[in-house]
DNA sequence: GGCGATTGGTTTCATATGAAACTATATTGC
DNA sequence: GCAATATAGTTTCATATGAAACCAATCGCC
């Protein structure tokens, strides 16, 4: 009894099953990947171009930097993703007036168009898998990640 | 008034800071990346090679394909895995008896070492970022984040 | 007003990854 | 018992990714 401690230590086990980055990792997978592949297969946008797309849907005239913070994701995946995107006619940008190193990034009208398409699929899909909770788990959940963002937010420092 | 639901889906947007897949991926990110330092800093081992020694862990003598199974990786990250772990002595492989195109894998005890350090090691960093939960808000999202993981699987089929 | 340090953004390079082809063994149906 | 098919695992190839080097342009400050 008195070396319960040391056994436990000694003879720990991990249930992946059980494990939080595991589950995180295996969850946020499937629902990313089922909503990826439709617009994927719709559109032909991977999910670094989605992402750059939906934050410049909701705020034209970033520059990519802004676009960077806001997806969580770093420079050179932004700058791929609209090199891409500018490719396709979905993106354009244009100089700043006032800082001359800034490129301000908006959708096209074409672009638009598209946003338009995919976040109701998106909207739709999301809801797809959250009615597996009843509204007042739903809030529930939406609080308890909200709180563990913050948390790893403030141990992590870094994103991705 | 009457036209709103036409209008609220031609006005659909998106904010990133409130998707589902968005939010998942973040915090997925950010608590497997904090682990996965610790024991990348320590021990040189990848996300794939953890998962496969902490299967191996608990249940020894897999074959690879079983291995695949339970860590929701595909069969040619756990080839390379395994590969790599060989290499370091950190996992070995015996034929079956009964099927010969099996070859049966388990920790040898330079890997079992290194299993008994990291094991407390993950269960300690998870438990970190559980600490800004309540005991009770612990089970609420453990058991928010089972019924969402049996809704992808009913849904997506696919892992990863 | 001009030189060193910063910042926005792109390119390069080395590594990681997944799909599909491949090898070898087992199983099935006849 | 043997062809057709399926399964375990590896290799190949083409693409995705991230870190670090890089090229402006701006800012700080003397």
Redesign the interface.
């Known amino acids: 009894m008195r070396n319960s401690a040391a056994a436990a230590?000694?003879e720990?086990?991990?249930?992946?099953d059980r494990?939080?980055?595991?589950?995180?990792?295996?969850?946020?997978?499937?629902?990313?990947?089922?909503?990826a592949k439709a617009y994927s297969d719709r559109f032909g946008l991977s999910i670094p171009e989605w992402?750059v797309m939906?934050?410049l849907?909701?705020t034209p005239s970033l520059a990519a930097r802004e676009v960077a913070e806001?997806?969580?994701m770093d420079k050179v995946q932004v700058s791929r993703a609209v090199d891409s995107l500018m490719r396709a006619r979905r993106v354009a940008r244009t100089a700043d007036a006032a800082d001359g190193r800034i490129l301000r990034l908006s959708l096209t009208p074409k672009g638009r168009a598209i946003y338009?398409e995919v976040?109701?699929l998106?909207?739709h899909l999301?809801d797809?898998?959250?009615?597996?909770?009843s509204p007042d788990?739903r809030r529930?959940?939406d609080a308890?990640?909200g709180?563990?963002?913050?948390?790893?937010?403030l141990?992590?420092g870094?994103?991705?």
Not at 12 to 16: E, P
Not at 21 to 31: A, C, E, F, G
């Open positions: 230590k000694r720990a086990r991990l249930d992946l494990f939080l980055p595991y589950r995180l990792s295996v969850l946020s997978n499937r629902v990313s990947g089922a909503i992402r939906a934050v849907g909701g806001r997806t969580a338009d976040v109701p998106a909207l999301e797809v898998f959250l009615s597996a909770l788990e529930q959940f308890l990640l709180k563990l963002a913050r948390q790893a937010h141990l992590g870094e994103t991705k």
